[in-house]
Structure formats: structure tokens, C-alpha cells
């Protein structure tokens, strides 16, 4: 069983990694089933946050003032990665964004996991929900503050091994860390055609875009104008 590894959890602004942003990581790195060390930055943020991701997280604005630039962040947070296992809570959705961010750096980024949930939903099937809270909860494991990255990712290392404990031993092939799969493309970023469309579309229709311009990438100009085409029309000349 494994003995050493990083428990990882995100903070995100939204569910795609192609159109959403990592606001908040965090990992505990794990020796000899002792956590050593940690690490947790938050993500200077280039647009307004939602209001649902700040009642969602605590995480406001204002947080965020004084946080690093995403380049910044990410580098040192692979950095202490490095090259452990992975173990986390539903981890394919952390690792989708960990993933995509990397492929826009031209970085390799391959990891093998270990998923509580994937363990859960094996060893016990009774349960009628299997969320982090909902799991934590059943086993008596206290999260401080709840979908904040760190506190996650500490509450996370516990269940991992309160369940490798009590069903390690006879589920031992659900503990084994598989390969992690996900595939994405290279977000390249938006032409100064495409911004300049963009904007005289919005401009149009008295549309004010909460958008990172500066980092904007080809796909979300055109699903923007895709999208406000959709809802309010075309310009008419």
C-alpha cells in the first residue's frame, strides 16, 4: 500500500478546464503515512470572481489582491509535486485543470493516482452520498473550513488511510494508483482580430465582458461571440 505520496485538491473558478481558471491549490506531501510538508497559494485573478464561487469558497476579491500570477504559482506547485503519486477526492477533476495548464507551458504532466471516491464507491456501496463532506462525516474526520484547498486536501489524506485501514487488507486492487487520463490541446491565445470582433460585438450590444483579455485563448473569444450571438444577435450594418 502506498506509504508515500501528495494529496492534491483545487479551487476553481468553474468546472471546464478549457474555460475556467485554478483559483486556489494546495498539497500535502505524505512520507511513510506521515504528512511532512505542505504547500497552498492562491491565483491572482484578472477578473472579477462570482459571487456562487466566493459564498462557495470564502475566497473574494480582496484575497486575491495580494496573490501571485498564475505562472508563478504553478511552477512551484509542480515543483512540489515533483514526481509523487497522486491521491485525491474525485482527482481526474483536479488533474484535468493540472493537466491543461501544463499542456499550455509545453510540459509533460503524467501522473498515477489513488481516488477516494473510486474507493468509496467500491468499499462502501451502502452510502447514498460519497462527497468529501459526506465521507469525512461518516468516519468522524473534521474539515476546518470546507472547499478551501488545503483543509480539503488535509481531510482527504485522513480518509485515505482510515479507509485503506479498514479495507486495504481484502479491496487492495481499488488502492492501487492508476494511470491518470485526460486528454486536452494546447490553448493558444486569441487573435487581435478575434479581440477586436469581440469587443465590437459587445460594444454593440452594451455588453460589459468580465474577461481576462491579456490571457484570453482562441477557443473562449469564439465561445464568447458564439454565446452572445446566440442570446442577443448578430451586429446589423
Known amino acids: 500500500m502506498l506509504e508515500d505520496y501528495c494529496v492534491i485538491d483545487l479551487e476553481m473558478t468553474g468546472l471546464n478546464p478549457k474555460h475556467h481558471k485554478i483559483l486556489e491549490v494546495a498539497a500535502v506531501r505524505v512520507r511513510k503515512k ?11 485573478q484578472h477578473q472579477l470572481l462570482e459571487e456562487k ?22 511552477d512551484h ?9 497522486l491521491v485525491g477526492q474525485n ?36 452510502l447514498e452520498k460519497r462527497t468529501l463532506d ?19 486536501a488535509k481531510a482527504t489524506y485522513l480518509l485515505y488511510e482510515r479507509l485503506e485501514k479498514e479495507f486495504g487488507a481484502v ?20 487573435t487581435a482580430r478575434q479581440k477586436k470582433h469581440l469587443k465590437e460585438l459587445a460594444d454593440y450590444h452594451k455588453i460589459n465582458l468580465n474577461l481576462e483579455w491579456e490571457t484570453l485563448t482562441r477557443n473562449e473569444a469564439s465561445r464568447q461571440v ?7 444577435g448578430r451586429m446589423l450594418k
Do not use: W
Request: charge should be negative.
Open 134 to 152: 459526506a465521507l469525512c462525516g461518516y468516519y468522524g474526520i473534521e474539515i476546518g473550513h470546507h472547499h478551501r484547498a488545503l483543509d480539503d
Open 91 to 126: 482527482v481526474i477533476f483536479d488533474y484535468s485543470f493540472l493537466k491543461q495548464a501544463a499542456i499550455n507551458r509545453k510540459m509533460s504532466f503524467e501522473r498515477k493516482a489513488a481516488d477516494t471516491l473510486k474507493i468509496a464507491r467500491r468499499c462502501l456501496p451502502a
Open 171 to 190: 479491496q487492495a486492487d481499488v488502492f492501487e494508483p492508476k494511470p491518470l487520463i485526460y486528454k486536452a490541446k494546447r490553448q493558444t491565445p486569441a
Open 77 to 85: 506547485f509542480f515543483g512540489f509535486l515533483g514526481e509523487d503519486i
Open 226 to 232: 458564439d454565446r452572445i450571438i446566440s442570446q442577443y
Open 34 to 44: 506521515e504528512i511532512v510538508s505542505e504547500c497552498s497559494m492562491l491565483i491572482r
Open 53 to 74: 464561487i466566493t459564498e462557495l469558497t470564502g475566497i473574494d476579491q480582496e484575497m486575491l489582491a495580494g496573490a501571485k500570477e498564475e505562472d508563478e504559482v504553478l
